[in-house]
């Protein structure tokens, strides 16, 4: 799933090991290697929570890219 690897894309820039993200999510680091490696998907909680400390939106963790690309903020209006 695009996902999984757009979330260790987004950690690793931030500079972040799993550790450390995963204590961020109140997770174990096997929870969260799980999501990251693709043997457990992330429910729509999690999605809200990782784009919170990764800086980013849905759509980015996804891959979509283009004329269905919203702000987070856009959501709400």
Same mark, same amino acid.
């Given at each position: *799933?695009?996902?999984? &690897?757009?979330? +260790?894309? !987004?950690?690793?820039?931030?500079?972040?090991?799993?550790?450390?993200?995963?204590?961020?999510?109140? *997770?174990?680091? &096997?929870?969260?290697? !799980?999501?990251?490696?693709?043997?457990?998907?992330?429910?729509?909680?999690?999605?809200? +929570? !990782?784009?919170?400390?990764?800086?980013?939106?849905?759509?980015?963790? !996804?891959?979509?890219?283009?004329?269905?690309? &919203?702000? *987070?903020?856009?959501?709400?209006?």
């Amino acid at each position: *799933m695009e996902c999984i &690897v757009k979330l +260790k894309e !987004f950690r690793e820039h931030l500079g972040l090991n799993q550790r450390e993200i995963a204590k961020l999510m109140k *997770m174990s680091q &096997v929870n969260y290697h !799980f999501l990251e490696t693709g043997k457990s998907q992330p429910n729509a909680k999690q999605i809200l +929570k !990782f784009c919170e400390i990764l800086k980013c939106t849905p759509n980015d963790l !996804f891959g979509i890219k283009g004329i269905h690309s &919203v702000w *987070m903020d856009d959501l709400d209006r």
